[in-house]
Nanobody, 119 residues
Framework: QVQLVESGGGLVHSGGSLRLSCAASGISFSDFGMMWYRQLPGKEREVVASITRSGEHTAYGDSMKGRVTISRDNSKNMLYLQMGPLLPTDTAVYYC????????????WGQGIQVTVSS
């Protein structure tokens, strides 16, 4: 059974930082490209960042570019998202996702974790 479990979310003041983690199980983690998405209230889900299977290449969505860093540890089956400085407009549910090789979109999703940034 595939599981992606996010942690590290919560409430933070504007200008603060958070590090999200995603623990993967039930998949060969290093075979999957990994991504972080977020969904703002009333909005569609959007890509925050992506990282290749080896971790060699990363890409970032425009909304948080320059304020987030995606990384992974294949030895621990872990994905990370370092975020900061955070703004109130970053308040959203954040999801990690696993994308198989050659796939156009993720095949597996975490349950999501709330990040709330207070002004």
């Amino acid at each position: 059974q595939v599981q992606l479990v996010e942690s590290g979310g919560g409430l933070v003041h504007s200008g603060g930082s958070l590090r999200l983690s995603c623990a993967a199980s039930g998949i060969s983690f290093s075979d999957f490209g990994m991504m972080w998405y977020r969904q703002l209230p009333g909005k569609e889900r959007e890509v925050v960042a992506s990282i290749t299977r080896s971790g060699e290449h990363t890409a970032y969505g425009d909304s948080m570019k320059g304020r987030v860093t995606i990384s992974r540890d294949n030895s621990k089956n872990m994905l990370y998202l370092q975020m900061g400085p955070l703004l109130p407009t970053d308040t959203a549910v954040y999801y990690c996702a696993a994308k198989p090789p050659m796939a156009l979109r993720p095949a597996f999703w975490g349950q999501g974790i709330q990040v709330t940034v207070s002004s």
